[in-house]
């Protein structure tokens, strides 16, 4: 999987495994030096955000989730 496919699977769809795909992703590419240090910072902080996010709002993404789920049944 490349960079970008993992960066936009992770935005696509936020989930533990989208997370690890990319972080492991971003860390390879770092480690090759394909990626600089500053993207692969910015790959952190951008999952972390996103697990520090309030409950609520975690909460409110799968409800999102289960109604769009729902509709294309």
């Known amino acids: 999987m490349?960079?970008?496919q993992a960066q936009?699977?992770?935005?696509?769809?936020?989930?533990?495994?989208?997370?690890?795909?990319?972080?492991t992703v971003a860390s390879q590419r770092n480690a090759?030096?394909?990626v600089s240090t500053d993207t692969f910072f910015?790959?952190?902080g951008e999952v972390a955000n996103w697990l520090s996010a309030p409950d609520e709002h975690l909460l409110g993404l799968e409800i999102a989730k289960a109604r769009v789920a729902?509709?294309?049944?």
Do not use: G, Q
């Not at 936009?8 to 972080?23: N, P």
């Not at 729902?70 to 049944?73: D, E, L, V």
């Open 32 to 34: 090759a030096e394909a």
């Open 42 to 44: 910015n790959v952190i």
């Open 8 to 23: 936009d699977t992770f935005r696509t769809h936020k989930t533990c495994r989208t997370a690890y795909t990319y972080l």
């Open 70 to 73: 729902a509709w294309r049944k």
């Open 2 to 4: 490349t960079f970008d």
